[in-house]
T-cell receptor
């Protein structure tokens, strides 16, 4: 199956610093990538959807200036948590999809292993 | 509003016993349906999917799921559970490639 690599797997940072998380599709071109946040023992919350070369579409309540998403190539998307604070501590997961909305045969999201962010 | 519901938050089964995890959806039209598994501290792995056709779909690791339109359900089953199946299981749905809607998850524990 398709492989999505997410890095780093765990990061600890001081309050006020910025953290960048990378999401790469290793064996396919990801037209669309998604970023999720997961709180302990809860389901995934979609933060934003990004299509290669376009601005990300953020879900309601997600601060776009706080969570900067860049999808500059068909294999790489990055999420930057700017001026991180303890309340940003969470598990962040990316996923990638080969096709666009409507392409049924490529309508599968493949997930990275997640990044645990701890802000001190 | 579109939603996916997993009625069981926790399920405990004995190793070797059969398993069924429930999933119900509420969508305007029949959505595309997925089951994912998440081990602790890990991302999600796709177990199986249903787009159309045969309502009984086979997945990896010996799992299968049955789509029942009349019940708006897509329950996941396994005939004989192994200790390594202990994990969190998520049912998800979408329409034509749009965003996935996840259920709340079911945590499976396996007794020796």
């Amino acid at each position: 199956g398709a492989v999505v690599s997410q890095h780093p797997s765990w990061v600890i940072c001081k309050s006020g610093t910025s953290v960048k998380i990378e999401c790469r599709s290793l064996d396919f071109q990801a037209t669309t990538m998604f970023w999720y946040r997961q709180f302990p023992k809860q389901s995934l919350m979609l933060m934003a959807t990004s299509n290669e070369g376009s601005k990300a579409t953020y879900e309601q309540g997600v601060e776009k200036d706080k969570f900067l998403i860049n999808h500059a190539s068909l294999t790489l998307s990055t999420l930057t948590v700017t001026s991180a604070h303890p309340e940003d501590s969470s598990f962040y997961i990316c996923s990638a999809r080969e096709g666009l909305a409507g392409e049924l045969a490529k309508n599968i999201q493949y997930f990275g292993a997640g990044t645990r962010l701890s802000v001190l | 509003a579109q939603s996916v519901t997993q009625p069981d938050i926790h399920i405990t089964v004995s190793e070797g016993a059969s398993l069924e995890l429930r999933c119900n959806y509420s969508y305007g039209a029949t959505p595309y349906l997925f089951w994912y598994v998440q081990s602790p501290g890990q991302g999600l792995q796709l177990l199986l999917k249903y787009f159309s056709g045969d309502t009984l779909v086979q997945g990896i690791k010996g799992f299968e799921a049955e789509f029942k339109r009349s019940q708006s359900s897509f329950n996941l089953r396994k005939p004989s559970v192994h200790w390594s199946d202990a994990a969190e299981y998520f049912c998800a749905a979408n329409n034509a490639g749009n965003m996935l809607t996840f259920g709340g998850g079911t945590r499976l524990m396996v007794k020796p």
